[in-house]
C-alpha cells in the first residue's frame, strides 16, 4: 500500500471517529499528523521515503493552575 494510501485511510479513520487532528509540515518532505486523543497526543509522520513515523505523549493527569507557565518557559532554557 502507498503511503499516501496510508495517509489517507488514516485520515478516514479520524473521520469516523471524530477524533481531532490537524496536518502540518515539520520537516521537509514529510507530512504530520498531530491526533489529539483522550489523554493522549499522537503524531504520526509520513516521510517521503516511504517510512512511517509514530510517537506518542500520554498525560498522567495531573491538573496545574495558571501560576506553573513560568516554570515551565524556565525549564525550556536549561535545554
Do not use: C
Request: aromatic share 8%; net charge negative; charged share 35%.
Amino acid at each position: 500500500m502507498s503511503e499516501l494510501s496510508e495517509l489517507t485511510n488514516l485520515l478516514d479513520r479520524l473521520d469516523e471517529a471524530e477524533i481531532h487532528y490537524t496536518l502540518s509540515s515539520v520537516s521537509e518532505g514529510a507530512i504530520m499528523v498531530g491526533i489529539d486523543a483522550p489523554g493522549e497526543h499522537w503524531e504520526v509522520e509520513f516521510m517521503n521515503d516511504g517510512d512511517i513515523e509514530i510517537e506518542i505523549f500520554k498525560s498522567d493527569g495531573q491538573i496545574f493552575d495558571f501560576s506553573i507557565i513560568e516554570d515551565l518557559f524556565e525549564g525550556d532554557e536549561d535545554e
